[in-house]
């Protein structure tokens, strides 16, 4: 594996001007405006391209006519689950960027901010960590929206090196043949038993790497120019520490998150019907500071699987899936255990 080069951004693009870095698709934004005639218009962005958004507001105040109002969302947004509805329900259009749509919606405009980096140097160097293909040739290929411009580009360049490539459209709530979200990974579920990641950071592939536990998942990072490994263990171990913690609980707290594309409302219900000492708690952003003043042994979270295996130790009392929560309780033993996913759409 080359780890000389981990960190180093020289060649990842980030340098570039703001108008070649993402395709913001500017025009297709003025387009909307003018066919509906707006004058009030919402732009939202995921929580690591908010910086963004005075200069792409400023970029489309110069394109839209002057009578148009920009108003950029202040909600916290980690995903296309994570629309702010309000601001939906008080513009003329709403853009939300950084993610393809889990259900298409006449009312919303998505700009999935394609990536320009170019994904095939890290890929090559990913190649030291994939079997030889005279060996395994079955390989699956999974990538984030930021890359699906480039999707059948690195499937023809894996099959050129003699790769057999397994790709699939995992389920509705997956925009793209070979996407993964933070909270599904169904296209994962491919013949193969080693599967390249390509895209930035390890939020997804170590997610996918608990979800998948018998897959090696190898991350080619074109973003930070480095190839590694998702380990998984660390984030298992904490998991297991949660529930063992939780087995003695006897006030439970359930969340049912209010985001329009997280809601699990059947499963938050199952879980109260059937545990007389177990509280309904509804609400949409899930922190440890919101939930301090409950009076509860333990939380069940029904919302975003991320929030409980990446938060789950900053809450003040253990917080478990509802598989970890049937582990607490006896129904079910603690080994069987697995990544909580999300494969509905709202």
Same mark, same amino acid.
């Given at each position: ?16 001007? @703001?108008?070649?870095? /993402? ?34 507001? !400023? !970029? ?35 853009? =939300? ?49 930021? =890359? ?64 998948? &536990? ?7 990072? &074109? ?8 380990? @998984? ?18 006030? /439970? ?30 609400? !949409? ?30 809450? =003040?009392? &253990? ?23 999300? @494969?509905?759409? /709202?």
């Amino acid at each position: 594996m080359s780890g000389s080069t981990e960190g180093d951004l020289t060649k990842t693009g980030m340098a570039l001007k @703001h108008d070649r870095e /993402w395709d913001y698709e500017l025009d297709r934004i003025v387009e909307a405006i003018e066919e509906r005639d707006a004058s009030k218009v919402g732009l939202q962005f995921p929580e690591g391209l908010k910086r963004r958004g005075p200069k792409v507001a !400023d !970029d489309l105040r110069e394109a839209a006519p002057d009578d148009v109002t920009f108003m950029l969302s202040g909600q916290p947004c980690y995903g296309a689950c994570d629309l702010d509805t309000y601001l939906m329900r008080r513009t003329d259009v709403f853009v =939300h960027f950084g993610h393809t749509p889990m259900k298409e919606s006449d009312s919303i405009v998505y700009v999935p901010l394609f990536s320009n980096v170019d994904p095939f140097p890290i890929m090559e160097d990913a190649l030291e960590e994939l079997d030889d293909p005279s060996e395994n040739a079955d390989v699956g290929l999974v990538t984030t929206a930021q =890359h699906m411009n480039r999707f059948e580009e690195m499937t023809d360049w894996l099959e050129e090196r003699d790769y057999e490539v397994h790709t699939r459209r995992g389920d509705d709530r997956l925009t793209k043949e070979g996407q993964v979200l933070g909270c599904n990974y169904a296209s994962a579920d491919i013949p193969a038993d080693q599967v390249l990641y390509v895209g930035g950071g390890k939020f997804h592939p170590v997610g996918l790497a608990m979800e998948h &536990p018998e897959k090696r998942v190898v991350i080619a990072d &074109p973003v930070n120019n480095a190839v590694s490994i998702a380990e @998984h263990d660390q984030f298992l171990k904490q998991r297991y520490a949660s529930v063992h913690k939780a087995m003695g609980a006897e006030k /439970w707290g359930v969340i049912f998150c209010t985001k329009i594309g997280q809601g699990r409302w059947e499963k938050a219900q199952e879980i109260v019907d059937n545990n007389e000492n177990a509280y309904l708690i509804t609400m !949409d952003e899930v922190t440890p500071d919101r939930l301090r003043n409950f009076d509860m042994d333990a939380f069940v979270n029904t919302g975003c699987p991320r929030i409980t295996t990446d938060d789950g130790p900053r809450f =003040h009392k &253990p917080m478990l899936t509802p598989g970890e929560y049937e582990a607490a309780i006896g129904e079910k033993p603690l080994d069987s255990i697995e990544f909580d996913t999300f @494969h509905d759409t /709202w």
